[in-house]
């Protein structure tokens, strides 16, 4: 069973057991006592070595949990900038000592400088070759903030070859999330109890997986603020939200592709819908940097990995229309399907965009071999479906409607296409006035004569004189975090008096009250916000991917209860 260890920066002997002990309680397994400051010897002080041994023995023998302990030196991202030597001495304190660690991480350049070190630190971990009984053992690490050590094979054999080594560690920044297959291949090949992490929001995957793969442990935080190493996330996400205890070897995965994706809802949501269900699956962010070639890499490296059981994902911006591309590069491999709607709608809304990505096959197994038969890779919108289920609850029917469209990408395709699906009359405008005049061509394209005089571009100077049925905004404008949280992204308060029959539809969900919607509700007109799309377009994924209804009364809960936080 792969272990969660807390680690916690120690200062000062109380504050860390009372970490420890809240560790415990939040179902840690060990903790790492990183003692880089604490046992560091300071200009201003007149301990002796003695005195600052003892300090971090009474420290172990007073941890609630079992225990690393860790003196990290400032050239491998640590916090020590004392003398090696005693750090040494230490090691081999706390192996002979009454109460020892569980465990002694090492790095390996510390290890292998000398002969003296390595027979020093032996002393203090059980040397296969000791005569006596010790139980603190090995671990021997080796870190790389910058990126993945061009060393890296060498050092694992080093460390696999090494017989006082118990356990491995290895760790580095990862660059792009298919850095997490390496890692994963890693623990799937070594010998020995491996701990194998990505540093950095690209490595998260690393941590949330590793039981999927057999790691010996991950490390989750204790608080946000109380990181060890960048990407660390919380053990109450680990447990909660990502459901750590569940995930094992046959455990399918799932997940948000997009730039930047740290604060999807889609992750809250989608795990709890597979722990209502049964379902054996996570769902983990996968950041992708916004270039079409990222996106191609890591969805074609995500696929054709053989452990990974990478089985669908929620593609956001900027990737939507790349997902169509690569589609359309691969015509053997990917195929557009349709959900809950007809062909034409299914062939409109992916014309040039795709939110929703699903890998369908089944496992095999035959005369004692087994695999992985895929059926293909499928596309879907689920805006679409979103849009065409929230807006007949307002308006009895669609045609001849007059719609106005916020916007140009990936949403405000979708939702044009629904609308013109239905014989609405619709007009886009966007900042880019020629961003607008392409996607009109583009909707256009091979649908003239059925779409001919429905489609208009509409210039932004325009917007506040002109009248609608429907105005819905598709853009990042007013979203927390975006480029203009407090913009309308419609100037309501200098359009006309409209009919109070007169619909604004905000698709930015956080916050669920947009500055667009609150001015839209001063007016009495009629609202659907973000939220309600977000929860219809991740019910309708939710169902591609298990074949289940989704339970989407808790994902509404879930989402207006942390969007009100």
């Given at each position: 069973m792969t272990q969660i260890c807390v680690p916690i920066m120690v200062e000062e002997h109380a504050s860390a057991i009372r970490d420890a002990t809240l560790a415990a309680e939040h179902g840690a397994d060990l903790v790492e006592f990183r003692i880089d400051v604490f046992f560091e010897d300071k200009e201003e002080s007149t301990d002796l070595l003695q005195d600052r041994i003892?300090?971090?023995?009474?420290?172990?023998?007073?941890?609630?949990?079992?225990?690393?302990?860790?003196?990290?030196?400032?050239?491998?991202?640590?916090?020590?900038?004392?003398?090696?030597?005693?750090?040494?001495?230490?090691?081999?304190?706390?192996?002979?000592?009454?109460?020892?660690?569980?465990?002694?991480?090492?790095?390996?350049?510390?290890?292998?400088?000398?002969a003296n070190i390595r027979q020093k630190i032996n002393l203090g971990v059980n040397h296969p070759k000791q005569q006596r009984a010790v139980s603190t053992r090995l671990i021997l690490s080796t870190h790389d903030f910058e990126?993945?050590?061009?060393?890296?094979?060498?050092?694992?054999?080093?460390?696999?070859?090494?017989?006082?080594?118990?356990?491995i560690k290895i760790a580095y920044r990862a660059r792009s999330i298919r850095d997490n297959l390496e890692l994963f291949e890693i623990l799937r090949d070594q010998t020995k109890p491996t701990i194998a992490l990505g540093m950095g929001d690209f490595g998260i995957m690393s941590r949330i997986l590793a039981?999927?793969?057999?790691?010996?442990?991950?490390?989750?935080?204790l608080r946000d603020e109380s990181t060890t190493a960048p990407g660390q996330i919380t053990i109450e996400d680990l447990l909660g939200l990502y459901r750590f205890r569940s995930i094992k070897p046959s455990t399918k995965v799932y997940g948000i592709i997009g730039w930047p994706v740290k604060q999807s809802m889609s992750p809250l949501v989608h795990n709890a819908g597979f722990e209502q269900i049964g379902w054996d699956g996570v769902y983990v962010p996968m950041p992708v940097e916004s270039s079409y070639e990222s996106f191609k890499a890591t969805v074609l490296s995500l696929i054709d990995h053989e452990d990974l059981d990478f089985m669908g994902a929620s593609v956001t911006i900027p990737h939507k229309e790349h997902l169509v591309r690569l589609a359309a590069e691969s015509p053997l491999r990917f195929m557009i399907k349709i959900f809950g709607e007809s062909d034409r709608h299914a062939e409109a809304a992916l014309h040039g965009a795709a939110n929703t990505?699903?890998?369908?096959?089944?496992?095999?197994?035959?005369?004692?071999?087994?695999?992985?038969?895929?059926?293909?890779?499928?596309?879907?919108?689920t805006d679409i479906t979103a849009i065409l289920q929230l807006i007949p609850e307002l308006f009895s029917e669609l045609e001849h409607r007059q719609i106005v469209i916020i916007g140009a990408g990936g949403v405000a395709r979708a939702a044009a296409a629904a609308a013109l699906e239905?014989?609405?009359?619709?007009?886009?405008?966007?900042?880019?006035?020629?961003?607008?005049?392409?996607?009109?061509?583009?909707?256009?394209?091979?649908?003239?004569?059925?779409?001919?005089?429905?489609?208009?571009?509409?210039?932004?100077?325009?917007?506040?004189?002109?009248?609608?049925?429907?105005?819905?905004?598709?853009?990042?404008?007013?979203?927390?975090?975006?480029?203009?949280?407090?913009?309308?992204?419609?100037?309501?308060?200098?359009?006309?008096?409209?009919?109070?029959?007169?619909?604004?539809?905000?698709?930015?969900?956080?916050?669920?009250?947009?500055?667009?919607?609150?001015?839209?509700?001063?007016?009495?007109?009629?609202?659907?916000?973000?939220?309600?799309?977000?929860?219809?377009?991740?019910?309708?994924?939710?169902?591609?991917?298990?074949?289940?209804?989704?339970?989407?009364?808790?994902?509404?809960?879930?989402?207006?209860?942390?969007?009100?936080?």
């Amino acid at each position: 069973m792969t272990q969660i260890c807390v680690p916690i920066m120690v200062e000062e002997h109380a504050s860390a057991i009372r970490d420890a002990t809240l560790a415990a309680e939040h179902g840690a397994d060990l903790v790492e006592f990183r003692i880089d400051v604490f046992f560091e010897d300071k200009e201003e002080s007149t301990d002796l070595l003695q005195d600052r041994i003892d300090r971090v023995l009474d420290l172990v023998k007073g941890s609630p949990l079992p225990c690393i302990v860790t003196c990290r030196p400032h050239w491998e991202g640590g916090e020590y900038h004392g003398d090696d030597d005693e750090r040494v001495s230490l090691y081999e304190a706390l192996g002979t000592s009454d109460h020892p660690p569980a465990y002694i991480d090492v790095e390996l350049a510390t290890y292998t400088r000398s002969a003296n070190i390595r027979q020093k630190i032996n002393l203090g971990v059980n040397h296969p070759k000791q005569q006596r009984a010790v139980s603190t053992r090995l671990i021997l690490s080796t870190h790389d903030f910058e990126g993945r050590p061009s060393d890296l094979t060498r050092k694992l054999l080093q460390m696999q070859d090494e017989p006082a080594c118990s356990v491995i560690k290895i760790a580095y920044r990862a660059r792009s999330i298919r850095d997490n297959l390496e890692l994963f291949e890693i623990l799937r090949d070594q010998t020995k109890p491996t701990i194998a992490l990505g540093m950095g929001d690209f490595g998260i995957m690393s941590r949330i997986l590793a039981p999927k793969f057999g790691g010996f442990l991950t490390f989750a935080s204790l608080r946000d603020e109380s990181t060890t190493a960048p990407g660390q996330i919380t053990i109450e996400d680990l447990l909660g939200l990502y459901r750590f205890r569940s995930i094992k070897p046959s455990t399918k995965v799932y997940g948000i592709i997009g730039w930047p994706v740290k604060q999807s809802m889609s992750p809250l949501v989608h795990n709890a819908g597979f722990e209502q269900i049964g379902w054996d699956g996570v769902y983990v962010p996968m950041p992708v940097e916004s270039s079409y070639e990222s996106f191609k890499a890591t969805v074609l490296s995500l696929i054709d990995h053989e452990d990974l059981d990478f089985m669908g994902a929620s593609v956001t911006i900027p990737h939507k229309e790349h997902l169509v591309r690569l589609a359309a590069e691969s015509p053997l491999r990917f195929m557009i399907k349709i959900f809950g709607e007809s062909d034409r709608h299914a062939e409109a809304a992916l014309h040039g965009a795709a939110n929703t990505f699903f890998h369908d096959g089944y496992a095999w197994s035959h005369e004692g071999k087994s695999g992985w038969q895929s059926e293909g890779q499928y596309l879907y919108n689920t805006d679409i479906t979103a849009i065409l289920q929230l807006i007949p609850e307002l308006f009895s029917e669609l045609e001849h409607r007059q719609i106005v469209i916020i916007g140009a990408g990936g949403v405000a395709r979708a939702a044009a296409a629904a609308a013109l699906e239905h014989g609405s009359l619709v007009r886009i405008t966007n900042r880019s006035h020629e961003r607008a005049q392409q996607l009109q061509s583009e909707l256009m394209t091979g649908r003239e004569s059925t779409w001919e005089g429905l489609i208009e571009v509409l210039d932004t100077d325009q917007l506040s004189t002109s009248r609608a049925d429907l105005y819905i905004n598709c853009t990042p404008v007013g979203m927390t975090g975006g480029p203009d949280p407090d913009g309308l992204s419609i100037p309501i308060p200098d359009m006309p008096n409209l009919s109070p029959d007169t619909v604004f539809f905000d698709t930015v969900y956080n916050p669920i009250e947009t500055p667009m919607l609150k001015a839209a509700k001063e007016r009495g007109y009629r609202t659907i916000d973000g939220a309600a799309m977000f929860v219809k377009q991740a019910a309708a994924q939710f169902e591609i991917w298990t074949g289940q209804a989704a339970p989407e009364d808790l994902f509404d809960t879930l989402v207006r209860e942390k969007l009100s936080e």
